[in-house]
Each structure stands twice: as structure tokens, then as C-alpha cells.
Nanobody, 121 residues
Framework: QVRLVESGGGLVQPGGSLRLSCAAS????????MGWYRQAPGKERELVAV???????KYADSVKGRFTISRDNAKNTVYLQMNSLKPEDTAVYYC???????????????WGQGTQVTVSS
């Protein structure tokens, strides 16, 4: 069984910073792309940033220059450093990973349970 567990959310003032972490655990053979998505009240879930196992990262236009995604493959963990936060960044943030649990099997997408980020004064 594979689990993705996020941490690091919370309440922060506009202009502040937070760092989210997401650790994958369980029966894992390999992890391809990892990423962060967010969903604000009344809105659809949207991509924030993704990082392939090899290759360049991708960011939503709304977070470029403010957020940085990174990963530690040895720890099966993906991070999201969020700087210069704005009230419009308020949302539940979900991590996502494309995981192969066994050689010869397909790659499946797994989601974390989400962590709340609130930007408010």
C-alpha cells in the first residue's frame, strides 16, 4: 500500500513563507513525476508545480518566481517552498506522485490527503 503524507501547511500573513513537504511510503519500486496541486473553495483543483524524475520543472503562471518545487529521491519526498504568499494562494494543497509499485507493472497516480494553507492578515 502506498501513502503520500503532506505536512507544513498553516496560517501565514501576506508576504510570508511556508514550506510544504510530502513523503511517499509503502511498496514503491520507482517514482516518476511528483507535483503539487491546490483547490480553493468553490474552484477546481489546479496544478501548482510538477517535477519529473529527470527534466525541467513546470509552474503555474500565478506562482512563477515565488514558489520552488524540489525533491529528494532518496527520501521519496517532494517539497514546495512558497515565498511572497498572497491571499489568493489560500487553498488546500495536495501532493501527487506517479508511482510504479513493482517492476513490470504500470504507473499509477497517487494523492495525499491535503494540507490547508491560509494567507491572511
Amino acid at each position: 500500500q502506498v501513502r503520500l503524507v503532506e505536512s507544513g501547511g498553516g496560517l501565514v500573513q501576506p508576504g510570508g513563507s511556508l514550506r510544504l513537504s510530502c513523503a511517499a511510503s509503502g511498496s514503491i519500486f520507482s517514482i516518476n513525476t511528483m507535483g503539487w496541486y491546490r483547490q480553493a473553495p468553490g474552484k477546481e483543483r489546479e496544478l501548482v508545480a510538477v517535477i519529473p524524475s529527470g527534466g525541467s520543472t513546470k509552474y503555474a503562471d500565478s506562482v512563477k518566481g515565488r514558489f520552488t518545487i524540489s525533491r529528494d529521491n532518496a527520501k521519496n519526498t517532494v517539497y514546495l517552498q512558497m515565498n511572497s504568499l498572497k491571499p489568493e494562494d489560500t487553498a488546500v494543497y495536495y501532493c501527487n506522485a506517479d508511482i510504479r509499485i513493482q517492476v513490470g507493472l504500470g504507473v499509477y497516480k497517487y494523492w495525499g490527503q491535503g494540507t490547508q494553507v491560509t494567507v491572511s492578515s
